[in-house]
């Protein structure tokens, strides 16, 4: 896919939102419009939103994507999804069956979000991108008690029911803060990219990208 001139929608949560990235010039969804020439790359990250539906009361627990999705500008030429870590971090959404269809297991809301994705933008191209790995993947603070990689999993084998490309962070980001020289380098926090950490996630979704 020619990228240059294209308009693309980034639905996402602080990573996405920029924090931990010094410089709004270095999240990541800039570094790819600059580099690839978009006409528009509108951010609609929003801090510790979750995919899934949530039990308690907070804030963010309103914006699930499955729920505001439908609140971005229809011109977009590209969807971009990036999340599911914070379902994993501290989401009480149960992981729900493959059958669910309603947002309030992390299942349902996947296939929630990706259909209405589908109808909200028939002629666009709709992409999702896996969590990228966390300090404590294996061991949430919170929520289910469930490793990152099911939610990853399941971005995966959803997106693959309705034939939507993914671009495995999860497995091919360059990113694991629970190595140490990674860390330092891309991932300071455990889980934030710096910038660093924003370029090489733009390159490699610009490389996913132009071979769609």
Do not use: W
């Amino acid at each position: 896919m020619k990228l240059e001139g294209k308009k693309i929608n980034f639905l996402g949560d602080s990573i996405t939102e920029g924090y931990g990235c010094a410089g709004e010039e270095n999240f990541f969804f800039n570094v790819l419009m600059r580099e690839a020439g978009l006409a528009a790359a509108r951010n609609y990250g929003i801090g510790g939103t979750r995919i899934a539906r949530q039990k308690g009361d907070e804030p963010a627990s309103s914006l699930a994507y499955c729920d505001r999705f439908d609140r971005m500008d229809d011109d977009a030429d590209i969807i971009v999804v990036f999340g599911g870590t914070n379902d994993y971090g501290h989401g009480d959404a149960p992981i729900g069956r493959f059958e669910d269809r309603a947002g309030d297991t992390y299942y349902g809301a996947c296939h929630m979000l990706m259909n209405g994705l589908i109808e909200k933008y028939p002629a666009a191209t709709i992409v999702f991108m896996t969590p990228i790995h966390r300090s404590n993947e294996d061991n949430p603070s919170s929520g289910n008690g469930r490793p990152l990689s099911l939610y990853a999993a399941i971005i995966r084998e959803v997106a693959a029911y309705y034939a939507l490309p993914v671009l495995d962070l999860y497995s091919m980001s360059g990113i694991q803060p629970n190595n140490p020289v990674m860390r330092a380098r891309y991932c300071p926090d455990g889980l934030h990219p710096n910038a660093a950490g924003h370029a090489l996630i733009a390159s490699r979704l610009k490389g996913f990208l132009e071979t769609l």
